[in-house]
């Protein structure tokens, strides 16, 4: 079998998870240890960077997302440290959410739908589908961009923490699967399509 019609490995759950999460957590617990934003960027920083490293040694790559995220951790976590301002961090979460929206919104202006690209081998939707599901994700993660905002430049220091982490990762949780129904729905149009061809042949 060539490579090319080999399968892509599956990645495993455990590394997927700490490669997504760990840094995040790694900043949550460094304020709760240290309750300073500022000295938990040394967490955030430490715990991005270690993931990566898992996460190539262990499957010798990793995602694009993860590694957007962790890349952007890194970056914004650094910049804290080096200019010794926490706003650097706080903003993290808004560009990476905004750089997000912009990739999803003005793909589908352009007639795309980058979330194929990144779910495409998951889910069976219609183009009509995947063009609904990219403009719902990119006003998701405008409407995040926007309530980070919101949440570091009004509440406590401690509130925007848990916000960050694990409450955004919640909310996409929750948001994912409050698209199922319509997820299911364009299945059965799909299913209904075959079906009316078939008779058609028939």
Excluded at 20 to 47: E, K
Excluded at 177 to 201: G, H, M, N, V, Y
Aim: glycine share 8%.
């Amino acid at each position: 079998m060539t490579d090319a019609g080999k399968p892509k490995p599956k990645s495993n759950p455990i590394v997927r998870a700490c490669v997504d999460y760990a840094g995040a957590a790694a900043f949550l617990v460094g304020f709760l240890v240290t309750r300073n934003v500022l000295a938990a960027s040394w967490w955030l920083v430490a715990g991005s960077g270690i993931a990566l490293l898992v996460g190539f040694v262990v499957e010798k790559r990793v995602a694009f997302i993860p590694l957007l995220a962790g890349g952007a951790a890194l970056f914004f976590g650094t910049l804290t440290l080096v200019f010794h301002d926490d706003r650097f961090v706080k903003m993290k979460p808004t560009a990476l959410n905004l750089a997000f929206a912009v990739a999803l919104l003005g793909g589908y202006m352009m007639g795309k739908s980058p979330v194929k690209l990144l779910m495409g081998e998951a889910l069976a939707l219609s183009e009509a589908g995947w063009r609904r599901l990219t403009l719902r994700y990119g006003l998701f993660f405008l409407a995040l961009a926007i309530l980070n905002e919101a949440v570091w430049r009004t509440q406590p220091d401690a509130l925007w923490v848990w916000f960050k982490f694990p409450g955004l990762a919640v909310l996409t949780l929750l948001f994912s699967f409050s698209q199922i129904p319509a997820i299911l729905k364009d299945a059965k149009a799909q299913e209904a399509a075959a079906r009316a061809l078939e008779t058609q042949a028939d």
